[in-house]
């Protein structure tokens, strides 16, 4: 193999691994958006529910949940 054959044959390989990094990194990202998303969505309706059973409590102490 002469000297430029190697040299851009390691230059693919650099560029395959750093393209492989990337799509690693890229995954992970994903991932992460994706739970965060599940997450807050998660937090919203548990304040949702708190919010619903603090207007039944006030109904029933005030008599108006009848």
């Known amino acids: 193999m002469s000297e430029t054959n190697k040299n851009a044959f390691?230059?693919?390989?650099?560029?395959?691994?750093a393209e492989e990094k990337s799509n690693v990194l890229l995954d992970?990202?994903?991932?992460?958006?994706?739970?965060?998303?599940a997450s807050a969505q998660q937090?919203?309706?548990?304040?949702?529910?708190?919010?619903?059973?603090g207007v039944n409590f006030v109904k029933d102490k005030t008599g108006l949940n009848k």
């Open 43 to 53: 937090a919203g309706k548990s304040i949702s529910d708190a919010a619903v059973g």
């Open 28 to 37: 992970k990202a994903k991932d992460a958006a994706a739970a965060a998303g």
């Open 10 to 17: 390691q230059a693919g390989q650099a560029a395959g691994k």
